[in-house]
């Protein structure tokens, strides 16, 4: 079984629709997550951190259920700039102490006019 | 603004070859990574450090070296470069104290 994963997509929305990712992790002991965006032959970018209250940053809310080991990404009023790869990524080696993160595969957005 | 760059954006090698990526990240972090990417594979650690000569083994270590010895300076090694390691090669860094990590624009290595 992956560590971090994510349905690969591609998801073909419109504008101006509603979208929600999900992503799910093996690591019960993983305490940091964290949604990335990676654009065509481009570097990952952070996005957003995910807290367990839960937390939102204008159009893009994030949520975290530790008991389900599942964190998901909502993108309303989707914009054609938001077409992108968006990875799901946890810190998934507590057993070393080390910073390091595990990232899923990713899934495609793509947002049509 | 926190930055991170890579020496080549472009390579192209031999089989056989060794091979150098660098990394320099210019925020003072404790930790640099070393990632490759592959179609349906996503991002897989290759090495990290977490200070100066200091490394641990990722994923998939094998067929690479890493280099620390400055701080701002992280070095991976293809000792001696095959066709399957024809990949997207990403550096990464981030604070002693947080996870989040920020990327180098990436190395597109084809070995022939």
Same mark, same amino acid.
């Given at each position: 079984?992956?560590?971090?994963?994510?349905?690969?997509?591609?998801?073909?929305?419109?504008? %101006?629709?509603?979208?929600?990712?999900?992503?799910?992790?093996? +690591?019960? *002991? !993983? &305490?940091?997550?964290?949604?990335?965006?990676? =654009?065509?032959?481009?570097?990952?970018?952070?996005?957003?951190?995910?807290?367990?209250? %839960?937390?939102?940053?204008?159009?893009?809310?994030?949520?975290? +259920?530790? *008991? !389900? &080991?599942?964190?998901?990404?909502?993108?309303? =009023?989707?914009?054609?700039?938001?077409?992108?790869?968006?990875?799901?990524?946890?810190? %998934?080696?507590?057993?070393?102490?080390?910073?390091?993160?595990?990232?899923?595969?990713?899934?495609?957005?793509?947002?049509?006019? | 603004?926190?930055?991170?760059?890579?020496?080549?954006?472009?390579?192209?090698?031999?089989?056989?070859?060794?091979?150098?990526?660098?990394?320099?990240?210019?925020?003072?972090?404790?930790?640099?990574?070393?990632?490759?990417?592959?179609?349906?594979?996503?991002?897989?650690?290759?090495?990290?450090?977490?200070?100066?000569?200091?490394?641990?083994?990722?994923?998939?270590?094998?067929?690479?070296?890493?280099?620390?010895?400055?701080?701002?300076?992280?070095?991976?090694?293809?000792?001696?470069?095959?066709?399957?390691?024809?990949?997207?090669?990403?550096?990464?860094?981030?604070?002693?104290?947080?996870?989040?990590?920020?990327?180098?624009?990436?190395?597109?290595?084809?070995?022939?």
């Amino acid at each position: 079984r992956k560590e971090v994963e994510q349905d690969p997509g591609p998801f073909n929305v419109p504008e %101006g629709a509603t979208v929600a990712f999900n992503c799910t992790y093996s +690591n019960s *002991a !993983s &305490q940091s997550f964290f949604w990335y965006r990676q =654009d065509c032959r481009k570097e990952p970018k952070l996005l957003m951190s995910v807290y367990s209250s %839960g937390n939102e940053d204008g159009r893009f809310t994030a949520q975290l +259920n530790r *008991a !389900s &080991q599942y964190i998901s990404l909502l993108i309303r =009023d989707s914009k054609l700039s938001d077409s992108a790869t968006y990875l799901c990524v946890v810190n %998934g080696r507590g057993d070393t102490g080390r910073r390091a993160l595990t990232f899923g595969s990713g899934t495609r957005l793509q947002v049509q006019p | 603004d926190v930055k991170v760059t890579q020496s080549s954006r472009y390579l192209v090698k031999r089989t056989g070859e060794k091979v150098f990526l660098e990394c320099v990240q210019d925020m003072d972090h404790e930790n640099m990574f070393w990632y490759r990417q592959d179609p349906g594979l996503g991002l897989r650690l290759i090495y990290f450090s977490y200070d100066v000569k200091m490394k641990e083994k990722g994923d998939i270590p094998e067929g690479y070296s890493v280099s620390r010895e400055k701080k701002e300076r992280f070095s991976l090694i293809l000792e001696s470069a095959s066709t399957n390691q024809t990949s997207m090669y990403l550096c990464a860094s981030s604070d002693y104290l947080l996870d989040e990590q920020y990327f180098g624009p990436g190395t597109r290595l084809t070995v022939t």
